[in-house]
């Protein structure tokens, strides 16, 4: 039975008052390093130079560099985790082994994937570093809740303002901007992450914050207001996913609880929602639902990666070259450049092979349990599901984030288990007079 105190808000679950103390702590250096270039990468996405990539990896490896440094100084044993964990700095490790036996059809590309990979597993290793403590990783949490509303509300703003420019100032060369994103689908899996963590949060607080609800009615009604399908439809099921969550809790839940305050904060989170998304406008999602074929090209796309990984599957053709091979499998000719598969479990397969697939996929899969059983995680599972019919990984702005919070699920499930194995204490014998 799930008591009142199974349900109280508690660990990083939940938003408690940040602690001062905790913000002061060395370990709050690199906590804030990592969150500014992770800002970094999402406010310069539609940015086509390279030089913000190059910033975003550079600022990741010197945060990297420095906290081994730091740890050597301390005699602190800076690498640690799970055998699963170890596998994502395996990752940029099959490039330079693709670079190095010759069977990647760009070594230019591969190259660049390698220290795109490297940056991703340096953010892994660095929130996974600063989010030990249940603290640590609500206050993760919080600021990346945080800056996700705010992109929220510059997306509404600038919606139907900015004419494609980034705060009104930086031309994108398209006709839209979501936020800094010039596409929508990649600001929807961003957005997917951020909204559990609010839904989660405004069920556990109930009235006791106003804040979780307004976030998490303004991310929703920015996904619908970007005319993403995959992103509104997968937004929508995370809320109707949480909600039905929250009630199974309430169901099992003792008398003790006040359930007249949740039931008035499950009705209050989809009304919020609902009042955003109609001051935002929901005809332009819905006539993009009306597609007869809203597979047409990424289903020959994905044909072609298939095909890929069948004349390759140990060794595929080199991280990164999709762009470059898929001309060769290609069953359909279109007018326009395929820079991705809009599938990334099978561009992995196609670039490094199935073993590169199971490279990334294992480690993922593993923090699916965790997600389910910290429903502010099921934003991984989401975008794990997005992955299927477009692109979040290939960018930072997105697959920083997601890397961020696979570490935030892992540090989350080491606790788990740390406080499964502590001996519990002896029960004391009380003495009764005869």
């Known amino acids: 039975m799930i008591t009142r105190q199974a349900i109280r808000p508690s660990g990083e679950s939940a938003l408690g008052n940040l602690s001062i103390s905790a913000l002061l702590r060395p370990s709050a250096l690199w906590a804030a390093g990592l969150f500014l270039m992770l800002c970094f990468a999402t406010a310069t996405v539609f940015v086509k130079q390279a030089w913000a990539l190059q910033t975003f990896q550079i600022g990741i490896y010197a945060l990297v560099a420095a906290y081994l440094l730091s740890s050597l100084r301390r005699s602190a044993l800076p690498v640690a985790g799970s055998a699963l964990e170890w596998l994502i700095y395996v990752l940029p490790l099959w490039g330079l082994l693709q670079i190095s036996i010759h069977t990647t059809a760009s070594s230019f590309e591969t190259r660049g994937e390698v220290l795109r990979w490297g940056s991703l597993a340096g953010v892994f290793f660095l929130t996974r570093a600063v989010t030990v403590s249940a603290n640590a990783r609500r206050i993760f949490l919080s600021f990346f809740l945080g800056f996700a509303t705010v992109m929220a509300v510059l997306c509404l703003t600038q919606l139907f303002t900015s004419e494609g420019k980034v705060l009104w100032i930086f031309p994108t060369g398209y006709p839209d901007v979501y936020a800094t994103f010039p596409y929508h689908a990649n600001y929807t899996q961003f ?9 989660w949060r405004a069920l556990q607080q109930g009235w006791r914050s106003w804040w979780y609800p307004l976030s998490g009615g303004v991310l929703y009604a920015s996904a619908v207001g970007s005319a993403s399908r995959g992103g509104a439809f997968i937004c929508t099921v995370e809320m109707v996913v949480m909600l039905a969550y929250w009630l199974l809790i309430l169901r099992r839940a003792s008398r003790s609880v006040r359930t007249r305050t949740a039931i008035l904060t499950l009705a209050l989170i989809p009304v919020v929602a609902a009042v955003f998304t109609v001051a935002v406008g929901w005809q332009n999602v819905w006539n993009r639902f009306q597609d007869k074929d809203p597979f047409s090209g990424r289903r020959e796309f994905l044909i072609a990666a298939v095909k890929m990984a069948e004349h390759r599957p140990l060794a595929g053709f080199g991280l990164g070259t999709f762009p470059e091979v898929y001309q060769r499998f290609a069953v359909k000719d279109f007018p326009f450049y395929a820079n991705h598969t809009h599938n990334d479990w099978a561009e992995f397969a196609a670039d490094g092979g199935i073993p590169f697939l199971l490279l990334v996929l294992i480690p993922f899969a593993a923090a699916i349990p965790t997600a389910l059983r910290h429903p ?17 990984f290939p960018r930072p702005a997105v697959s920083g984030w997601i890397f961020a919070l696979l570490a935030v699920l892992y540090a989350t499930r080491a606790a788990d288990r740390g406080a499964e194995q502590a001996p519990r204490p002896a029960p004391v014998a009380v003495l009764s007079r005869a």
């Open 191 to 199: 957005l997917e992450l951020s909204l559990p963590i609010a839904l």
């Open 376 to 392: 502010w995680g099921i934003g991984l599972i989401a975008v794990m599901a997005h992955a299927c019919f477009d692109y979040p």
